[in-house]
């Protein structure tokens, strides 16, 4: 599909909960714009297991129009819980504290309903089996999309939402490197453009409900979200889709690997035994749990930390693509994205837009990057502040204050996105009153 002068195309890569999210949104804000979502894969997939969706985050859903349909999915009567924390590692543990209420869905389930929603927007389109290869953006012609199987298109605004190995990112920081002014400034930008290791690995399973019933039928999992917590690892546990699964989560977080590569295939299929090795002496209920994980998925962790830019003339990064990050906190930028987008009338305006964005989002999204990177220690080792990552990491004991902890997660439940919404429109509106 072509640009014109007369109606503004975008093109978002990536078909997940990102990309999809900016499809939808920007379609209902703007019929007029003409919306491109190019998926590398056959389908929208629905991998995954379960999505904790903190109050900061329900709310934005909410401003989307989602409330129903989210209602229906996870009925807050029955999902809109805290996380009860408790230690993992010794016998009789009771629970020390706890976070605000989330919603649980299960990520396939949720994945649908943004898919459903695209699919009935007469301005959006879907392509499947899109890898994005290459793109030029010069400022006096549309972008222009390359894909592997040799087809091409052409749009106004390319979003790159396709994922921590993000392909619109790497070909944004080669282009820097390379119209960098000094070989060390190049070999800078050049090193953004691949993500990084954690030093941490998920063990990811859905297990059916009748099979931990069917062995503890008065396990607290089958209806509490709760943390099994030990030195450099948990468990965390919540049930998704109506009850009918829980989702189980075992994490090893070694952080003096933090910055290294991960040698082993990203995601593969284990026994269960390798996730049983790693909590040998846990407390009976956490044992229960990793015994009925019977064929896991071992997930790398990547994180693609302070990024100097998510924006680069008319194309910009979303969501895993700009700061992917480790699994204890969630921040979505489609929501200010796609206000933004809306009210860009001409081409012209194109640039102002997405440098707002990078102005409100990327400061915003990093402090949470970092923010869910001391969540991480404080659930599986002390709170330690400001500490260095990599191999100078020197691990402690395990945070005890509920307190303390709690305060990690204020930010979800006490603020609220739309102020940073309105901050960008006047920013933007700022920015067009003085041309």
């Known amino acids: 599909m072509g640009a014109s002068s007369d109606r503004i195309h975008v093109a978002i890569v990536g078909g997940g909960v990102g990309g999809l999210t900016l499809a939808f949104a920007l379609a209902e804000e703007r019929p007029d714009i003409a919306i491109d979502v190019y998926e590398a894969q056959s389908n929208f997939s629905a991998f995954g297991a379960g999505i904790a969706l903190w109050p900061r985050v329900r709310e934005t859903l909410f401003a989307l129009g989602l409330k129903e349909s989210l209602d229906q999915l996870a009925p807050p009567e029955d999902t809109l819980k805290p996380v009860q924390m408790l230690r993992g590692d010794v016998p009789n543990a009771k629970p020390w504290g706890s976070t605000p209420n989330m919603t649980a869905v299960h990520r396939g389930e949720f994945l649908k309903l943004l898919v459903d929603r695209v699919s009935a927007s007469p301005n959006c389109t879907t392509h499947f089996s899109q890898k994005l290869v290459s793109y030029e953006d010069s400022s006096d012609s549309p972008v222009h999309l390359a894909f592997k199987d040799g087809s091409a298109a052409t749009c106004d605004i390319l979003i790159g939402a396709d994922g921590v190995n993000s392909a619109v990112r790497a070909i944004m920081y080669n282009r820097l ?105 846990w407390e009976k209920e956490s044992l229960i749990l990793v015994e009925l994980m019977k064929a896991p998925i071992r997930w790398a962790v990547n994180a693609v930390p302070n990024l100097p830019t998510y924006v680069c003339g008319r194309v910009a990064l979303l969501g895993d693509a700009a700061h992917a990050m480790v699994p204890y906190q969630a921040v979505g930028d489609a929501f200010v994205l796609a206000t933004l987008l809306s009210q860009v009338r001409s081409s012209s305006r194109i640039i102002d837009a997405l440098a707002v964005y990078d102005e409100i ?38 945070e005890n204050s509920a307190e303390d902890f709690s305060k990690l997660f204020d930010w979800s439940a006490t603020t609220s996105v739309l102020p940073d919404r309105d901050r960008a429109l006047k920013r933007f509106s700022g920015a067009v009153a003085s041309i």
Not at 240 to 268: C, E, M, P, Y
Not at 375 to 397: N, Q, R, S
Request: glycine fraction near 10%; hydrophobic fraction near 35%.
């Open 361 to 398: 989002r990327r400061p915003f999204s990093q402090n949470i990057q970092n923010l869910s990177l001391k969540t991480g220690i404080a659930l599986f080792m002390d709170k330690k502040g400001d500490v260095p990552f990599g191999p100078t990491f020197e691990y402690g004991e395990l």
């Open 177 to 281: 490197a390379d119209n960098a002014g000094t070989e060390e400034e190049g070999r800078k930008w050049r090193s953004r453009v691949g993500p990084v290791w954690s030093g941490q690995v998920v063990y990811r399973y859905l297990l059916p409900r009748e099979h931990l019933e069917a062995v503890d039928p008065q396990h607290r999992c089958l209806s509490t979200p709760t943390e099994f917590q030990g030195q450099g690892k948990g468990i965390i546990t919540y049930p998704v889709s109506d009850g009918r699964w829980i989702n189980v989560g075992a994490i090893i977080a070694q952080h003096n690997l933090f910055g290294s590569t991960f040698k082993d295939r990203w995601s593969a299929t284990v026994d269960q035994e390798e996730v049983a090795e790693h909590f040998n002496g």
